[in-house]
């Protein structure tokens, strides 16, 4: 008692010596954000910054085509980055490349052994053991151990949670782990992980190398046939085995890129051996990797699935007679668990159909009943899906994600403070596996009786088109690129110890709008206009002049990304060379809904789906359109799983920060106003 006196003094006297002197003054430690686009590392080679500003959306000139599609309307847009150039297939080919070499590491991570397998993975420092890392990737928990509320709110699972902690750690002696099986389904056992629950003893938590060199050493922990190599020092099948192998362990392993790959090498080419065509498939023995095999998992959020909200269920109860407070010792009662206003897991019984909830069944009464069955019976065999006495519902083991959550508490005036959430966040992470190889036969499939096989050969691959923009990808894929884009320059971004940036992403229609008019309002084209001649008589954009003389303009298909002269903003070719792709969903009504704040119209199309939803907005025309729909307030649209050799992309990212005209005013006196306060 008198230390714990002694350091609370010690800590007060600290405390008032600070300068903080009991003010508010922020976190600090933390950097300073510097939003221009020099900054180092904040943001990506090659796009320009658009500031906010509204603009005037819709019909510039008659509407000559009666699409009616495009009224008038003032539409203001938060300031973003975009690509000064369309992406080039040299890019998007970084993008193939990436693919195909993490699956070929992969294959050789799960088919060399021991140190050869370790070489193409990183292993995070200080790698916990079993059961040490199971434990922590159940995290905290809606659907694990620990109610929202703790102690107050269950008693008996978290003392088992904290017991089970302690005895792990060694520091908690009592039953040797015994009996401390957890809500979310874990249970300690001394016996099988081999941990000593002795205070005095010391407990090695992580791998040492040896018990690495053994999960390198097995395909599997399952296949324990599959034996370590047991003469090496301080390697026993007993550590092994409950380690796993390479295939349990790949998830807490990064790949290697530093670690290049040789495809040349002899065995390396034997273990990649499935990633090229056949021989029956080779075209005169060309070893080729057959890029029907190259898919790329990615994962994005659905951010207005989550964003939905359920009914907040008030019924007041009394809490006396719904708890028992002073249950540590022995099992809860099933009271405890009781449908109750103050506890979070306690309202998922829903008797109508004001919830979002995915599963029902039926009560004794044989009345249709809503079930959140992060719920489960004490008797549940499998297969039964029918629940003859509700009341008998008690834990969290998740089995219907996603449903929404009562976080909210009562007080004890009666006072409901009605926060929502969701039990389980994993169904709004939405996972994707797309094939990302551009479609070349995009030239061949758009062209009748036209001969554009010369393209299909050599458009994507050929180094002569490096600098051309990518065609023949679907609107997936170029959304898929965009994840991976974040993926590569956000990981680089914490490797230097900086923070997240938004994410890249393809540009709603008010932004590509925004960004083609370069600040001219009411101008036609990019340039301003209304001609699309310069004073030379020189065309300024690559599209269809003069009845289809088409190489007028410079260019028989597609030119360079970088042609023709930049807008306002700095990008180039907003106007001809490809259309491309937007992220909003085409609805020729939609100015009429849209707001005029940062408009978009969003909707995620299935392929159960009507082809009217599966419309994207494309903008900008290209080589093969006439000069209609090079205007900027040209709406145009194609399916979203078509691939065209006339429809490109470039990506765009969110500004951080205010977003005026001048971002050096961002970097100049503001950010030293940033300083001092910090």
């Known amino acids: 008692m008198k230390k714990l006196i002694s350091f609370l003094f010690v800590l007060t006297f600290l405390y008032s010596c600070s300068d903080v002197e009991g003010n508010l003054v922020g976190v600090s430690g933390r950097d300073t954000w510097y939003p221009d686009v020099l900054g180092p590392g904040k943001m990506p080679l090659g796009m320009v910054y658009v500031p906010s500003g509204a603009f005037q959306s819709g019909e510039d000139d008659e509407d000559i085509m009666g699409m009616h599609t495009a009224r008038k309307k003032t539409v203001s847009v ?29 294959k050789l991570y799960r088919r060399s ?19 040490y890392r199971t434990l922590m990737n159940m995290g905290s928990d809606i659907q694990g151990g620990n109610t929202s509320f703790q102690l107050f709110m269950d008693s008996t699972n978290n003392a088992n949670a904290d017991q089970t902690y302690l005895t792990m750690m060694g520091t908690y002696d009592k039953g040797k782990g015994k009996g401390k099986k957890l809500v979310n389904g874990f249970q ?7 941990i000593t629950s002795s205070p005095d003893q010391k407990i090695d938590v992580v791998m040492s190398d040896d018990d690495l060199r ?54 390396i080419a034997f273990l990649l051996s499935d990633m090229y065509y056949s021989a029956d498939e080779s075209f005169y023995k060309r070893r080729e990797i057959d890029t029907r095999l190259l898919f790329f998992d990615y994962f994005w959020i659905d951010y207005k699935e989550a964003a939905r909200r359920g009914k907040v ?3 007041a109860i009394d809490a006396r007679k719904s708890f028992a407070y002073d249950s540590l010792n022995g099992e809860a009662s099933n009271n405890i668990y009781k449908r109750d206003r103050r506890e979070p897991l306690g309202k998922d019984y829903k008797s109508n159909d004001q919830h979002r909830s995915t599963l029902y069944t039926v009560d004794q009464n044989t009345n249709k009943v809503w079930v959140d069955t992060t719920l489960y019976v004490d008797q549940w065999a499998e297969g039964v899906t029918k629940i003859n ?4 519902l008690k834990g969290s083991i998740l089995a219907n994600p996603g449903q929404d959550l009562d976080l909210g508490f009562t007080d004890s005036k009666g006072q409901h403070n009605a926060i929502r959430g969701h039990t389980d966040r994993s169904r709004f992470i939405i996972k994707e596996r797309i094939n990302i190889y551009p479609d070349t036969l995009c030239w061949v499939r758009d062209f009748t009786y036209a001969n554009h096989t010369p393209m299909a050969q050599n458009y994507f691959w050929n180094t002569a088109y490096d600098n051309y923009p990518v065609v023949g990808v679907t609107w997936p894929q170029a959304k898929a690129f965009s994840v991976w884009r974040t993926q590569i320059f956000h990981s680089w971004l914490q490797s230097n110890g900086d923070l997240f940036v938004n994410d890249f992403r393809l540009p709603t229609e008010s932004e590509w709008e925004r960004a083609a008019r370069g600040d001219l309002d009411m101008a036609q084209y990019p340039w301003g206009g209304p001609y699309i001649r310069n004073a030379s008589g020189c065309f300024l954009a690559n599209f269809k002049p003069m009845r289809g003389r088409y190489f007028e303009d410079g260019g028989f298909y597609t030119v360079k990304v970088y042609s023709y002269n930049p807008n306002g903003f700095g990008l180039y070719c907003m106007a001809g060379n490809v259309a491309e792709w937007c992220s909003t969903a085409y609805d020729p009504s939609a100015y009429e809904f849209e707001t005029d704040m940062s408009a978009d119209y969003e909707y995620d199309a299935k392929d159960g789906d009507h082809p009217a939803k599966k419309r994207k907005v494309t903008r900008g ?9 090079l205007m900027n307030s040209t709406r145009s649209y194609e399916y979203q799983d078509t ?20 971002i050096e005013a961002e970097n100049g006196e503001e950010i030293q106003s940033d300083i001092t306060i910090k």
Request: proline content about 4%.
């Open 643 to 662: 691939a065209k050799s006339y429809i490109g992309f470039r990506n765009t990212m969110t500004h951080l920060g205010r977003g005026g005209k001048n």
């Open 214 to 267: 053994g999960i390198f050493q097995m395909y599997s922990g399952a296949a324990k046939k599959n034996a370590p190599d047991k003469q090496a020092k301080g390697g026993t099948a007993k550590t092994t085995y409950n380690q796993g192998g390479r295939v349990e362990n790949r998830r807490y392993f990064t790949l290697n890129w530093a670690e290049p790959i040789d495809y040349e090498d002899p065995e």
């Open 621 to 629: 025309g290209s080589w093969k359109d006439i000069g209609f729909y």
């Open 389 to 392: 006495d509700t009341n008998s």
């Open 78 to 106: 938060p300031a973003f980055y975009m690509d000064a150039t369309e992406i080039s297939n040299n890019e998007y080919r970084q993008f193939v490349h990436w693919v195909r070499d993490s699956i070929a590491r992969e």
């Open 188 to 194: 300690y056992d001394q016996k099988k992980y081999g």
């Open 313 to 315: 269920i008030t019924k």
């Open 113 to 131: 052994f021991d140190e050869e397998a370790e070489r193409w993975v990183n292993v995070p420092d200080n790698f916990f053991k079993e059961p």
